[in-house]
């Protein structure tokens, strides 16, 4: 892997090793102080952040490297100088660019025109290593990943795009439950739809609610993605009946329920089912930490890990 830019760069081999490393790296993270020794990246941010950029720059930090925030908030990529212009001078003097942007198509430019691995961190399109933190907890709940049956309620977002990729490639069974014309990006769908064949999983999005039973996991994130400035108001009443509430919860037959965070309590996910048993979602929170460490080892310093 030289870059991560949309999950489909590793095969089912890459995510259960990186994976796995992640698992190694929470048990002991001691030993791993040294891996990213004198190295370091840029943590390049066009939209706010809670848990992406606390744990690249912990990640970084835990394993002997150094985390340069950017707050690139005010719109400077590309306006103060290009976008390739900042990828040149930024390759010589970090070991990594790790970018949350608009738009997928700045990634794909600071890789092409840098000379450094360069990281999703989110994009309009992906959010690939929230989902490999969400793949872990899996995991660590279910006990495996493959065949897993998870059930994505609401917006057809990044989330929703990367849960489609990471699930095919690990064999799972991922299907997202969007109202009409909200669901995922069709041609990030069918790219997903050929590694679940591939793997033995599959991918499916339909808007009836009246299938949404005998699912291992349901998934659910914003009605409204950063960067979209509509109302949570204006849109509740169609993505309301997605809503995960306890009623949904029960007639799912869910054994656990996540989100990325952060949430909108009150309406994608109600606080009785966030704080309740079944709720995982701070172990992912916790977990992006881990896959952080790992993903930078792996693409940084193959031969240490
Ligand atoms: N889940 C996630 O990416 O959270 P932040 O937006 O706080 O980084
Ligand atoms: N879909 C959300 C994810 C936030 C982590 C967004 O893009 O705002």
């Not at 490393?21 to 791993?32: R, W």
């Not at 006990?143 to 994505?152: N, P, R, S, W």
């Not at 849960?163 to 799972?172: C, K, Q």
Request: glycine fraction near 8%; proline fraction near 4%.
């Amino acid at each position: 892997m030289e870059h991560l830019l949309t999950g489909f760069e590793l095969n089912q081999d890459g995510y259960v090793k990186l994976i796995e490393l992640a698992q190694a790296m929470k048990a002991d993270p001691k030993s791993y102080r040294r891996t990213l020794e004198g190295m370091s990246a840029a943590l390049m941010f066009e939209k706010p952040s809670l848990r992406t950029r606390t744990t690249f720059e912990l990640a970084m930090f835990n394993l002997g490297g150094h985390g340069v925030y950017l707050d690139l908030g005010k719109g400077d990529l590309g306006v103060r100088e290009t976008v390739p212009d900042y990828a040149r001078n930024l390759s010589r003097w970090v070991d990594c660019l790790v970018g949350r942007v608009f738009k997928q198509t700045t990634l794909e430019e600071l890789a092409a025109t840098g000379s450094v691995p360069v990281v999703n961190a989110l994009s309009d399109l992906y959010h690939p290593a929230q989902v490999m933190a969400d793949f872990m907890t899996i995991k660590e709940h279910l006990g495996h990943m493959d065949k897993v049956k998870v059930a994505y309620l609401g917006d057809g977002n990044n989330v929703a795009n990367s849960l489609l990729v990471a699930g095919a490639i690990l064999g799972a069974h991922v299907t997202c439950f969007c109202p009409l014309n909200c669901g995922p990006d069709v041609q990030i769908f069918t790219k997903a739809q050929a590694e679940a064949q591939k793997y033995g999983g599959s991918v499916q999005v339909t808007d009836d609610l009246s299938t949404l039973k005998d699912y291992d996991v349901l998934y659910t994130d914003t009605w409204v993605s950063m960067g979209d400035d509509t109302p949570l108001e204006q849109v509740k009443k169609r993505f309301l009946p997605y809503q995960i509430n306890e009623q949904l919860v029960a007639s799912s037959g869910a054994k656990i329920v996540m989100h990325c965070l952060p949430a909108h309590r009150g309406y994608e996910i109600t606080d009785e089912v966030m704080d309740g048993p079944l709720s995982v979602v701070f172990d992912e929170a916790e977990n992006r930490l881990h896959i952080h460490m790992a993903l930078l080892a792996t693409l940084l310093n193959p031969s240490a890990v």
